[in-house]
């Protein structure tokens, strides 16, 4: 896998469109300068020394004085290699699009094995994870990343694995559902009910969906769990509507899930408003389902999203995965702290929880101290034709 890194331009979203079109033909004159043969490693040379802390070593790579080097985990082969990929390619077109001196990005398959992975990227002489993706390669990675000091920045988003070291960037079930209830309240609905699929998903959506009812001073009616078959699904419909009328429904499934289940949701006078989770996000033709029509959800603004787009495609001549703005944004953070970040020293972590937050392509947002990404997000309406901003999201944290 090629490394990459580029000369520095004005950092920052606004900076973007001038910088692609000042340096042009010099962008792949650099990108090529900069890649480094993955086949053909280079032996390290000696060691060097500082009077205050040592050089990182670094393994098959060769050494780089000027550029501290990123690892980007993704599974490039296998099932997700395809989401993977593209992680990666918007990790590099992030670094394009902000001129970069001062970091190298390197992709390293966690499909083979992610502790190998880690390893490998430890011995290259990587001071900053990007990923993994899956929470397991997350697990495999982090003992191995804090006993080197090196961060961890996931794209998963199970915050069952944030914390010591560990930041999860994926937008995680809790976020939106609690920016949707507050929204729902905030148009005058008390009465909330919830129907959530059995698994892990689906106990963190009720968790989370039980804690926004009481932050929004509303009442929650009740909760049913279900398994994704339809007698079963229409058995928790059922056992819902029988707890008495809600203002408002949540169903933490996808919108092929949720439609089975709209039927005997809304069957009932007058029917409740329906409120999904980030997976509705993701849905392309979400507005064909008549049912849906109506319904709420919140997710990332959409905003810096088609310009991005644009710009993947034209690069790698494909469309990116919707996730592939995790690897974009991921790099836009890195860029941003490396200023501060002397060649060859710990990657200063302190810095990702110190900071008022960041801005990329999913907006705004900030990392807590506790591993988790704080997001702010925008509510949509589903229509006929897609989808409208019903709330924006905001544009800073107060």
Known sequence: MASLSLRPQAEGWTAVAGLLRMLGLMLMAAVIAGCVPRSRPVAPPPPETTETEPTRPIGRLPADETRNRVAVLVPLTGPNAALGQSLLNAANLALLDTGGQRIRITGYDTARGAAAAANEALEDGN???????????VRAVAPIARAAGVPVLSFSNDIGIAGDGVFVLGLSPGQSIDRVVAFAASRGMRRFGALVPTGTYGQRAGQAFTAAVQGAQGSLVGMESYSRTPADMRAAAGRLNGHGRSDAVLIADGAQGTAALVPAVRGVSPPPRLLGTELWASEGNIAANAGLRGGWFAAPTDANYGAFRTRYRARYNSNPFRMASLGYDSV??????????????????RELTESTGFAGVDGAFRLRRDGTAERALEVREIGATGTTVASPAPRNFE
């Open 332 to 349: 836009l953070l890195a860029v941003r702290i490396a200023a501060n970040w002397p060649v060859g020293r710990r990657f200063p972590a």
């Open 127 to 137: 001071a900053l994870f990007l990923g993994p993706l899956l929470a397991e390669d």
